[in-house]
Every structure is written in structure tokens, then in C-alpha cells.
């Protein structure tokens, strides 16, 4: 009987230890990969001034919550919607990788002004390793922002989508997108 017992307060006193751990560990854990901006709402209307009939500038974005391992970011712009939203016939892409770990943001016009050391421009559907803003000939365009936690660095050369999407296989960490729409004629 007095074994049962001391059995019993042994599993209650580990029981107790393991929750007591678990709030703990809790309160350290990661949150998710977020990506939002101070220029647009989630499938908010991206301000004209980020367009082709503005400055086209890059809109400033941020990022946070990125998963211990990360040793780099990578961030795909896609318009899914070209050239025209009733009849898409193609995605229209922008690149920029191996931002490194401890980024948690991209100031508005980056690409121009200064992008964090080690970050790369990749070649866009322009043929340019540079940002160019929307400008959808056509309709309301939806463009994608996917940011991806990598576990890896990628190849310092100017690599288009297809050969990040290639390159990122396998060490994904986590991944977070913001949409944001635009038609010519938005203010």
C-alpha cells in the first residue's frame, strides 16, 4: 500500500515537473513567420505612389517571428494575374533573397536606397535585377508577397524565381505572405 502510494506521488510529481516545463518552454516558443506593411491592409489597395504611375518605389514591409535555425529570407513578389485578371496568361515575378536572419524589414524604395549587406535582387520578368512596382495593363491585380525562412543561404548570383523556388527546396523553415491589390487609376 505504501508503495502504490509513493508510486503515485511520484507520477503526480512528475506529472507536475513535466507541466511546470511546459508553461515554461511555452513562453519562449517561436510565433510565426508575419509579414505585413505600414503602406497597405492584407488584400488592401496598394498606394499608387508603389506603382508605375507613382515613384515606384518598393513599399516598405516587415517581417518577424522567424523560426530559430533561419539563416536567411527570401521574398517572391507574384502578380498571378497578367495581363489580364479574366484571361491570366502568365505570372508576373519579382525576386530578392539571402536577406540575412536578423532582417525585420525593408524600408519603402529598398531596392534603391539600400538593401541589408548580403541581399541580392534577383533577375525580374523585366529582365532587371531591380524592384518594379505594379502596373497592370488590365483590371484589378492581386500581387502576392511570400516571405520564406530559410535554413540556408543561396547562391550569390542573380537567380530568377524558378531558380530560388529550386534552390529553396528542402530548407523552408517557415513562410508568410501578404496580398495586396492594384488597378491603374487607384489613388
Not at 484571361?87 to 536578423?102: G, T
Not at 548580403?118 to 502596373?135: E, F, L, R
Request: one cysteine or more; charged letters at 20%; aromatic letters at 6%.
Amino acid at each position: 500500500m505504501v508503495r502504490l502510494r509513493s508510486t503515485g506521488i511520484i507520477r503526480l510529481a512528475l506529472i507536475l515537473v513535466l507541466q511546470a516545463w511546459l508553461i515554461v518552454d511555452t513562453g519562449g516558443a517561436a510565433m510565426a513567420l508575419t509579414l505585413s506593411s505600414s503602406a497597405f491592409k492584407p488584400s488592401g489597395k496598394i498606394p499608387s505612389k508603389y506603382t508605375c504611375e507613382g515613384s515606384d518605389a518598393s513599399p516598405p514591409l516587415s517581417f518577424g517571428g522567424a523560426p530559430q535555425g533561419t539563416k536567411s529570407f527570401a521574398l517572391i513578389l507574384d502578380d498571378p494575374d497578367a495581363p489580364d485578371p479574366k484571361a491570366p496568361k502568365r505570372v508576373w515575378v519579382r525576386v530578392l533573397y539571402n536577406l540575412p536572419a536578423d532582417t525585420t524589414e525593408l524600408a519603402k524604395n529598398a531596392s534603391a536606397t539600400g538593401l541589408p549587406k548580403g541581399a541580392i535582387n534577383g533577375v525580374n520578368d523585366s529582365k532587371q535585377t531591380s524592384y518594379n512596382g505594379p502596373c497592370p495593363p488590365t483590371g484589378r491585380h492581386r500581387y502576392f508577397h511570400k516571405l520564406y525562412a530559410l535554413d540556408t543561404m543561396l547562391p550569390a548570383k542573380a537567380l530568377t524565381k524558378a531558380d530560388v523556388e529550386s534552390a529553396i527546396k528542402g530548407h523552408v523553415l517557415a513562410q508568410a505572405e501578404l496580398i495586396g491589390t492594384y488597378q491603374q487609376g487607384d489613388p
